[in-house]
């Protein structure tokens, strides 16, 4: 089994729906993170987490929210999809901050 | 802001050596990571850099200048597996990493 998991693995949304993608994982590490990633533009901070009691914001995450419901478990919502929220979206963990990054294997988002 | 930079894309033949550059200008350094990642999967780690000079992992070493904020990717004895996206990465001090745009790497027989 995968470490980390993403579902769905693709999905194809109206413009204005709810979704949530969903991330587990079994390192036992505290920290996760919410990438998404864009053709000729990298890979991008939307969210990330240190514990269950703790949520930050990174570098774009205006029009998305998350949820750390416990150490393995992080979800992360866009509460009314619009078309440029299109993009492959990785969930990852690692131990610390020097430590390696373990990613899942991503979430292809399409909003028409 | 952060700025990691990497060039777009390169081609190599099998079996020569390839050198990945990327610099950075971030607010902080607390390590620099390198990733592959191969064309719709997840990115996967390849080496870590935090103190000046070169790590070295069978065909691949890393290299890293704090000075400089430079650093680069050597992969050796190229195979077609190889053919993939080099991610960089930099720990900015604040507990989040930056990464930059990926060099695309494409092997030719």
């Known amino acids: 089994d995968a470490d980390v998991t993403q579902t769905p693995r693709n999905r194809i949304t109206k413009t204005g729906k709810r979704i949530m993608l969903e991330c587990s994982q079994t390192?036992?590490?505290?920290?996760m993170y919410w990438y998404r990633q864009d053709p000729g533009l990298g890979l991008r901070l939307i969210y990330y987490?240190?514990?269950?009691?703790?949520?930050n914001k990174g570098e774009i995450s205006d029009g998305y929210s998350v949820s750390r419901q416990a150490q393995a478990k992080f979800s992360l919502s866009l509460e009314s999809a619009i078309p440029n929220q299109t993009a492959l979206y990785f969930c990852?963990?690692?131990?610390?901050?020097?430590?390696?990054?373990?990613f899942g294997q991503g979430t292809r988002l399409t909003v028409v | 802001g952060q700025n990691i930079d990497q060039p777009t894309e390169m081609t190599a033949t099998e079996g020569a050596i390839v050198q990945i550059n990327c610099t950075y200008q971030?607010?902080?350094?607390?390590?620099l990571f390198w990733y592959q990642q191969h064309a719709g999967e997840a990115p996967t780690f390849l080496s870590y850099?935090?103190?000046?000079g070169l790590e070295e992992k069978g065909r691949f070493s890393s290299f890293l200048s704090r000075s400089k904020g430079y650093s680069y990717l050597l992969l050796k004895e190229l195979q077609m597996k190889d053919s993939a996206s080099y991610l960089c990465?930099?720990?900015?001090?604040?507990?989040?990493?930056?990464f930059g745009k990926g060099n695309q790497v494409v092997v030719i027989p």
């Open positions: 990852a963990t690692s131990r610390t901050e020097n430590t390696e990054a373990f």
């Open positions: 390192k036992g590490h505290d920290r």
């Open positions: 987490s240190f514990d269950v009691k703790d949520i």
């Open positions: 971030t607010s902080g350094f607390n390590g």
């Open positions: 990465a930099v720990n900015d001090g604040n507990n989040r990493l930056a």
């Open positions: 850099n935090v103190l000046d």
